[in-house]
């Protein structure tokens, strides 16, 4: 029996390990739903209230700050998916460095980090999913919602693309803490919170007094809902639409290569009790 | 089932395939006061405990050596195998697997490395093991027909089939080792690192694990066992390594152990008259005597290098014919036992 040596074509990334993981950890999700549904439910409540809020403030006809009510419903959609994903419900690296379990994913021949994005492509497909699902929900049950012309729908296409990378590295940043602090949930209701606000998912940015908009504004937080919202809603077209897309990008790229500096000083710190 | 690697890497001349120089492994603490006054204290001044969990260690393994490597709980045992995973960055010294130095490589040795947490499961919780196992193809990028000749043979040993369509979070506890060394085993690594591997298993299924250790041995495969189960020592392995708060106290082939430091023996002896145990113990004046169940037995528990074992029987033959006798054989179990308990103290 010879051990079959790994070639990688060229250097390249070997991609079947990650796609296998994607896979794995949908399916994984998908054998809990209720778990999965009761996981998302803070974040379904809360398109809820906003639409109730909104609604009474907007159904009249008014619009504030430049939304009227289909483009605010369009708006609070999109902080909805874009907040279910990955959301504070990401606790399993957490957990898992926590329990000592990371030092079994440690002694596979795989990259930790990708290894981890692997995975959350597959808790974001399996959360994007069913984020669509109630998005086709309430927009069929609440016409008319704003609807973007052709070029800007690709335009938010790709913005969005670059939000499940971008809370990837937010929430394995976090996750890290883990190394130092066994404290698990208030490092996530932090992260959840400060999301909430900053991204623009509790209330569009805009409407923010003028000091937390200039933090909001160097803060990569608004990249994640603020940004696609902004570009579905046509606020931001052509070189500014592609302005956004690339400051996104350029916080994926930042905080990708943060992480992996982050986690080469973690796991020094890594104490592995027992077994 | 030489693994092809070993062309690859190379060990590299005079070196052994696993060798750790000085190995150390320290921990540190941050030692806070208890409540909120602790916490706010230690934010502005850090102090901290260090825990020396490994000590300088110096080991090597050859290539299809057998080691157990065993110790009390906190030895360092586990500590030492997650240095030579990578998983842990040493504090000080040197280690290379294969010629590769895990900490820095880490991706490069997990694929001749094989490994098993007993107490933690690689397995997907929530999925059959089949998924668990297919995984494991893809990350070591095993083609089919490897992969299917590799399940037939853990098939054949740990009677794997039955468990592949099984939510691993529904396998007993026996039954999880079974995937779990599948799991390990899966890319056959020319290294193997297996941690309790029959712990909380029955008989039988030890028994298979065993025998299966002992064939991977006859493959060439190297093997490091960290065990509380002497069994398994004396089943699989031919050299012991025993450490003890970090540090290792005894290298050397497991049958020089129980020559040197198994002193005690104990002869269980049948006499053919009912004498009285002050009889018994009267011509015995510097040794241990116990009566045993019936009438005429007696257990005698000697140091042999203080007293050969024929001048205890010529002494007891001068009250009573002795009729039948029995001698325990000395066990390694004995003698790390009373490492543990720190009776002894091993100078190899």
């Known amino acids: 029996m010879s051990l079959t040596v790994v070639k990688r074509r060229g250097g390249g990334v070997r991609l079947r390990p990650y796609v296998s993981l994607a896979r794995m950890m949908a399916r994984s999700l998908l054998t809990h739903r209720l778990n999965f549904v009761l996981g998302l439910f803070a974040v379904l409540f809360q398109l809820v209230a906003m639409l109730s809020v909104w609604g009474v403030l907007l159904r009249s006809g008014t619009s504030i700050a430049g939304f009227s009510w289909p483009q605010m419903k369009a708006y609070l959609l999109i902080a909805y998916a874009t907040g279910s994903l990955l959301s504070f419900t990401d606790f399993r690296l957490a957990f898992r460095i926590r329990?000592?379990?990371?030092?079994?994913?440690?002694?596979?021949?795989?990259?930790?980090?990708?290894?981890?994005f692997a995975e959350a492509v597959g808790t974001g497909s399996v959360e994007g999913g069913f984020a669509v699902l109630v998005c086709a929900v309430v927009v069929a049950f609440t016409l008319p919602v704003a609807v973007p012309a052709p070029a800007q729908g690709a335009l938010?296409?790709?913005?969005?693309?670059?939000?499940?990378?971008?809370?990837?590295?937010?929430?394995?940043?976090?996750?890290?803490?883990?190394?130092?602090?066994?404290?698990?949930?208030?490092?996530?209701?932090?992260?959840?919170?400060?999301?909430?606000?900053?991204?623009?998912?509790?209330?569009?940015?805009?409407?923010?007094?003028?000091?937390?908009?200039?933090?909001?504004?160097?803060?990569?937080?608004?990249?994640?809902?603020?940004?696609?919202?902004?570009?579905?809603?046509?606020?931001?077209?052509?070189?500014?639409?592609?302005?956004?897309?690339?400051?996104?990008?350029?916080?994926?790229?930042?905080?990708?290569?943060?992480?992996?500096?982050?986690?080469?000083?973690?796991?020094?710190?890594?104490?592995?009790?027992?077994? | 089932?030489?693994?092809?690697l070993s062309g690859v890497f190379g060990t590299i001349a005079g070196m052994a395939l696993v060798e750790a120089n000085g190995l150390t492994k320290v921990f540190r603490r941050p030692a806070k006061e208890p409540g909120l006054r602790g916490a706010v204290k230690h934010l502005a001044v850090r102090s901290f405990t260090e825990k020396v969990a490994v000590d300088s260690v110096d080991l090597s393994v050859e290539a299809g050596e057998a080691v157990a490597y065993v110790g009390p709980n906190g030895a360092g045992k586990s500590t030492t195998v997650k240095l030579l995973c990578g998983i842990l960055v040493p504090t000080a010294g040197e280690v290379r697997v294969g010629g590769v130095v895990p900490h820095r490589d880490r991706v490069a040795n997990a694929r001749q490395i094989g490994v098993l947490f007993g107490q933690r499961t690689q397995l997907w919780w929530d999925l059959p093991v089949r998924e668990s196992l297919g995984l494991l193809r893809d990350m070591y990028g095993l083609d089919e027909r490897t992969y299917r000749a590799r399940l037939e043979r853990f098939d054949d040993v740990l009677e794997l089939g039955e468990l592949l369509p099984v939510v691993a979070r529904k396998l007993s506890l026996g039954q999880r080792?079974?995937?779990?060394?599948?799991?390990?085993?899966?890319?056959?690594?020319?290294?193997?690192?297996?941690?309790?591997?029959?712990?909380?298993?029955?008989?039988?299924?030890?028994?298979r694990v065993r025998a299966f250790l002992r064939e991977l041995r006859a493959d060439g495969t190297t093997l490091l066992l960290t065990t509380h189960d002497l069994g398994d020592i004396e089943d699989v392995c031919q050299?012991?390594?025993?450490?003890?708060?970090?540090?290792?106290?005894?290298?050397?082939?497991?049958?020089?152990?129980?020559?040197?430091?198994?002193?005690?023996?104990?002869?269980?002896?049948?006499?053919?008259?009912?004498?009285?145990?002050?009889?018994?113990?009267?011509?015995?004046?510097?040794?241990?005597?116990?009566?045993?169940?019936?009438?005429?037995?007696?257990?005698?528990?000697f140091d042999r290098f203080e007293v050969p074992a024929g001048r205890v029987i010529s002494a007891v033959s001068q009250v009573s014919e002795v009729v039948d006798l029995r001698i325990d054989e000395p066990a390694i179990e004995d003698v790390v036992r009373k490492v543990y308990a720190g009776e002894l103290r091993l100078t190899p």
């Not at chain 1, 329990?99 to 981890?116: N, Y």
């Not at chain 1, 209330?203 to 994640?224: C, D, K, Y």
């Not at chain 1, 077209?237 to 592609?242: K, L, S």
Request: charged share 15%; net charge positive; with cysteine.
């Open chain 1, 99 to 116: 329990d000592g379990m990371v030092a079994v994913d440690l002694t596979k021949p795989v990259d930790f980090q990708r290894s981890r």
């Open chain 1, 156 to 275: 938010f296409a790709a913005s969005l693309l670059l939000v499940l990378p971008l809370k990837f590295c937010l929430s394995y940043l976090t996750s890290m803490v883990c190394f130092w602090t066994q404290n698990v949930l208030g490092v996530a209701l932090t992260r959840f919170a400060v999301t909430n606000l900053f991204s623009g998912a509790l209330v569009p940015l805009v409407l923010l007094p003028g000091w937390l908009q200039g933090i909001a504004a160097v803060l990569p937080f608004a990249s994640i809902t603020y940004t696609p919202a902004s570009i579905y809603l046509g606020r931001a077209t052509g070189g500014a639409a592609w302005q956004l897309i690339g400051v996104q990008a350029a916080w994926v790229l930042a905080l990708w290569w943060g992480s992996r500096l982050a986690w080469r000083r973690a796991v020094r710190q890594l104490t592995v009790h027992g077994g």
């Open chain 2, 1 to 4: 089932m030489r693994s092809s």
């Open chain 2, 177 to 207: 080792m079974r995937a779990d060394l599948a799991a390990a085993l899966l890319h056959a690594p020319r290294v193997v690192y297996l941690d309790e591997p029959t712990i909380g298993l029955d008989i039988s299924v030890k028994d």
């Open chain 2, 239 to 301: 050299r012991l390594v025993i450490i003890d708060n970090g540090r290792i106290i005894y290298d050397g082939p497991i049958g020089g152990v129980t020559e040197r430091f198994a002193r005690e023996r104990s002869v269980h002896l049948q006499l053919a008259d009912p004498v009285s145990l002050a009889a018994v113990a009267a011509v015995l004046p510097t040794v241990e005597v116990r009566a045993g169940d019936g009438p005429g037995e007696f257990s005698v528990r």
